[in-house]
């Protein structure tokens, strides 16, 4: 196909960085072309393959064979599922595997699986070498719409989550949405709500098509494909604008500050709680924390809600299942976060529906004697 | 003094990389003026100091107060001094250090070391938080003419050297000269290989005005600034053409991919060979080996030798001590280098004095029959 989304159920969003320039290709069947799409774009023949226990057995065949018909030479590594993964012996296991296989500069390394495998793959990708090439490959709603575009990588340390990484773009992102079906309803839901952020950031048009949509976009068919083009869409708009996140990319953020903290007070255990829960449940507090600060109305912090609750997504921290820390931790792990300037705690704030904005300057005392009263 | 060389026996250097350009001052009590030198260039009032158990107690209390004193609230991390120190637990003792002391993206990192704390710190840098600030503050000679300037970071792993890093520019280098005193004549010597390099790349004269002012450079005084002036502007034009080692950086790598083999023969025990006495050798060899392929006369080759050896540096593979693993052995240390590309061996050839060039198809058969001969 050469790079061509020529099918009706296909779509192709390009991401005009420069040099740094790449294609994400949406559709069913993505994984089976893998090989093809490749070797159209890059000139190395090696690729070293990082995927995970759970994606393994679904796909990495059907990938390997798809290389190899193309004359790419493919090692792989499958790595435990979960966020524990994007470690820092993560990484050295995938470097090591990579050296081993003599992964050059024009080589490459593709991710196969959700965010935790591209999070990782893609860190790796950027310091073998000092930089090899990357493809993405998908799995998951949440990695297609969010974490597979724009280049950020990183791994979590026991001070908070993605605080070691690089920026290092893909070379092309393959987005296969039949891969989608294999995902279990709550996987779904949690990648819905990184869809839903979007609208909430800066597209209420695209949030009021969703309220109207959803259940064709849970379902599958064009609704899907469509809603994860406009989502990557609004990614790459906002990364070209800001690749390295010194203004606008932090957005992007709307509901992660309070999301991250989330997770880490339930110790990034997925049984209790999954990022893109993290990121809804942080989304509704960003709203009624607007609210709260006489910026938004309630009612759109309601009508957030209204629509995540309706997707079956939570909503509140008491949703959460088990015990909490004090809030007081969820404060640390606030402050740990890296959208911090000299002490000063940043917030994505609200106007009201698809009116985001990056507040610098938010009282500590504010977000603590708020995170009380939600809890 | 804000960034100006205003003494007479202190040179500025800038490197113009646009976004990302810096200076590098030069001269003696350099270290004494860091608080002021950084406070004039950087936002952030938080620095993270790596060193290593041989310089901290040199230097490590006159930087910190100089810190102090321009309001600066500095942390240290004190390492074992060596190549070992550049692998992955290294990173990870700098990087949670980093993070422990909350060091944000205005925030410094401070490499107060040689070219293994620099290349250590740097890496720590670019990837903590996506990337911090960062200052050299090399305190031996190799690391105020080479690796302080041009932003390449790295660590060692079992398949080679410097095989993962990042590209992360300092935004300051302090090359304090009269840190140069405390050196062993054999440290010195070693950097010295470094600065001869740069002649021997593509400056005739400045190798002449070293075959007759070498004398002068070991002693100290003018010449010896000059010397390390001139080094740091070489090293700073050849960057600024190529930052990212695309092309024509690769002459900086003259001696060093013979150089690397020979250090990993020696599995980097710095009493059998230092970096600089392995890039000593390689030069020489590089330039026999140009000679052997008829791109050089042999009289060129054993100028430098003799240039070399008068200094007091190894110049033959039989000056290192001590038995050296089969010619088989070297050869796959310099396949694992990474000056590879797609199985092809890649080597900075000479056609004489300072006309050196990236040869990207010597065979590696040629290589290892050569080889064989200089044993």
Redesign the interface.
Known sequence: MNGTASRADERLVHVPLGERAYDILIGPGMIARAGGEITARLK??RAAIVTDEHVEPLYLAQLMDSLQTDGIEAVSLTLPAGEKTKS?DGL?AV??MM??A?I???DAVIALGGGVIGDLAG?AA??????VRFIQIPTTLLAQVDSSVGG?T?IN????KN?????HQPDLVLADTAALDSLSPREFRAGYAEVVKYGLIDKPTFFHWLEKNWTKVLEGGPERIEAIAISCQAKADVVVEDE??TGRRALLNLGHTFGHALEAATDFDSSRLVHGEGVAIGMVLAHRFSARLNLASPDDAQRVAAHLSAVGLPTKIADIEGSLPPTQMLMDAIA?D?K???GKLTFILTRGIGQSFVADDVPASEVLRFLEEMR
Chains 1, 2 share one sequence.
């Open positions: 190395g023949r820092m050295a470097t090591d050296l081993a003599r050059e500069r024009g860190f950027g310091i073998v070498r000092r930089g950020k990183g340390t026991r001070h908070g605080l070691l990484g690089v920026f390295r996140e740990q890296k911090v300037k000299s």
